[in-house]
């Protein structure tokens, strides 16, 4: 029979609560597994010629027990465990030998050919654990794998596993068939036990449990989501936003939404555009209204996805309120406002301690007119103003701020497409801001960021093309 060039590793989750393990090694490397083994509440041994600060702390703290400095069998007499993560090979082969005749599972560090047992890349969720191994070969990969299974779990995940814990023997005694016990516990995750968890109400979770347990549960009911899809960029969708895209059964987007969000969607959920775009045809709100109702009385997962963030000028908190009279279970799921994000990645502080000390939110499109805004707060010194919705009011922003006070030559910069492959950034004195923007051709959605801090950007910009600027003006006053 030829040899294996790998190991069929068996799965195995070790409890280790009161248990000897002997580490060998007090350096870097041995840190991090000591620290994995008290948190596992192991009773840790380490053998080592010098601690590392790490590990002499947790001695000091009589968290751990230093038995000597050179390596003897006789320490492995009591262990269930060693790993061996010294920087000497043979010190390591020696430990590995050692083990191996004693029937002691070894690890040594960074040698799966030495090593009898794997430590994996783990998930945690409370209670919940899972584990990406690749048998040593590829210890890098195994990382990169956990990082995208993070993003797919909730973290209430933990709470479903302890509360199923606590439950477990009750559901056996009610649901003793296993087919009728199985299909009980896998609606528990995706239905109103987990989106209570989810929202963090535990003891209403465990009532719908009892109940649902007791056969009083109703016909599962729908669930709303109002998602912030973020700028643009993909890369700034949270996590929890790409799990509920991807648990959502139809999704009701912006047309700020960028496709490379929707894609994150679940292949088949239904995409349903709802507008919301300045100048353009767009669904009223009553009717987005009105199809949030009609999907979550269907029993569907919704999503109603908004550039930026639902309660940043992106009336969430109507749809949130139109919901909760209806009794509709909803949530919200705040997303990186474009404000937040067009600075960044433009290179404009919306703070900074030379020329802005407070940040103001401003929509230039207000439900009822420009002159609801108080323009001569607006017009003081010592701060940054993010204007949405500005493109097509930028002289009548102008305008009032010149005749509130503002001076003439403060820095404006105009974030068109931010965080977006295409983004464009212009800087402009205050007095001369809507010619250059015509002059460019400016669209939305673009930010409009107005104060000392914009002029920042001229030497601050990272992400894309240089800003373009329309005079010395516009980067004076941060010099």
Known sequence: MSARSEPSLYPLFADLRNRQVLVVGGGVVA?????????????????????????????NAGQLRHCGSAFAPEHLDAVWLVIAASDDAALNSRVKATADARRVFCNVVDDAALSSFQVPAVIARGPLRI?????????????????????????????????????????????????????????????????????????????????????????????????????????LVTLKAQRRLQEADVVLYDALVDPAILALARRDADLIATGKRAGQACTAQPAIHALMLQHARAGR??????????????????????????????????????????????????????????????????????????????????????????????????????????????????VENGSRADQRVLLAALAELPE??????????????VGDVAALA?????????????????????A
Not at 35 to 42: S, V
Not at 132 to 153: D, F, K, N, T, Y
Not at 206 to 225: I, N, Q, T, W, Y
Not at 317 to 332: N, S, T, Y
């Open 31 to 59: 840190a991090r597994k000591i620290a994995a083994l008290l948190a596992a509440e192991a009773v840790v041994a380490v053998v080592a010629a010098e601690l590392g600060e790490r590990v002499g702390a947790w001695r």
């Open 131 to 235: 584990a990406v191994s690749s048998a040593g070969m590829a210890p890098v990969l195994a990382r990169q794998l956990r990082g995208r299974i993070e993003a797919m779990l909730d973290d209430s995940l933990g709470a479903l596993a302890t509360l199923l814990g606590r439950w477990r023997l009750r559901i056996r005694a009610q649901l003793p068939e296993l087919s009728a016990r199985r299909r009980f516990l896998e609606s528990l995750a995706d239905g109103v036990v987990g989106r209570l968890l989810a929202q963090g109400q535990p003891e209403r979770a465990e009532a719908a449990l009892a109940a649902a347990l007791s056969g009083a549960d109703p016909k599962p009911a729908g669930r709303v989501s109002l998602v912030g899809a973020g700028p643009g960029d993909p890369g």
């Open 301 to 414: 997962s919704v999503v109603r996805l908004k550039g930026g963030d639902p309660f940043v000028f992106g009336r969430g908190g109507e749809e949130l309120a139109f919901l909760r009279r209806h009794g509709i279970d909803c949530e919200v799921v705040p997303g990186i406002s474009a404000a937040l994000a067009c600075a960044a990645y433009a290179g404009v502080p919306l703070t900074h301690r030379a020329h802005a000390q407070s940040v103001r939110l401003v929509t230039a499109h207000c439900r009822d007119s420009i002159d609801a805004l108080d323009w001569r707060s607006l017009a003081a010194d010592g701060q940054t103003l993010a204007f949405y919705m500005a493109v097509g009011q930028l002289e009548q922003v102008r305008d009032r701020l010149l005749a509130h006070g503002c001076k003439p030559q403060t820095p404006c910069a105009i």
């Open 458 to 478: 001229s030497e601050l910009h990272w992400f894309g093309a240089p800003p373009r600027v329309a005079s010395a003006a516009a980067i004076a006053s941060a």
């Open 436 to 449: 250059f923007a015509r002059s460019h051709g400016v669209a939305a959605p673009a930010l409009l960021f």
